[in-house]
């Protein structure tokens, strides 16, 4: 048991696995800011646009809800519900939008470090006919010596 509390500990503790972690944490607490954006900002201008009140103004009901003589509800409705696609689509637009521009300002760094790399300094050029003679000749001269 000691030895499966270590290797649990060791998996933990690993690199990777602590920034899966934060990925996880920051996407979940993003998806609450896109949620937000979708149904609080975008949905109120839609639901204006189309005139209704809100994005079940937009739902089809397809069959009204039963009800008995006493009120209650004997069947359900049943209701397409538009409007709450239409959010979902724009929700996932957003977020798809934004790890498209994560993804690509990523790559650009990426291409840049590249190139700076690849701009690095070349070898020194090779030493012309009469630099070569001049070394051989100190060479010869510190050999005499």
């Excluded at 509390?5 to 899966?20: A, T």
């Excluded at 204006?48 to 359900?76: C, H, Q, Y």
């Excluded at 939008?97 to 993804?103: D, N, R, T």
């Excluded at 190139?115 to 100190?138: H, M, N, Q, V, W």
């Amino acid at each position: 048991m000691k030895k499966l509390i270590s290797e649990f500990k060791e998996f933990i503790m690993r690199g990777n696995v602590l920034d899966m972690a934060v990925g996880v944490i920051i996407a979940t607490a993003f998806g609450k800011i896109t949620t937000s954006l979708v149904n609080d900002v975008f949905m109120p201008l839609i639901s204006w646009i189309f005139g209704a009140r809100d994005m079940t103004a937009l739902n089809v009901i397809v069959r009204p809800a039963e009800l008995d003589a006493s009120g209650e509800v004997v069947k359900e409705a049943i209701t397409l519900g538009f409007g709450t696609f239409l959010a979902t689509i724009i929700d996932f637009i957003l977020v798809a939008l934004v790890v498209f521009a994560i993804v690509k300002s990523f790559n650009k760094a990426r291409e840049l470090a590249k190139k700076k790399e690849e701009e690095a300094p070349a070898a020194p050029p090779e030493p012309s006919a009469e630099e070569k003679l001049l070394t051989e000749i100190r060479d010869l001269l510190k050999d005499r010596k």
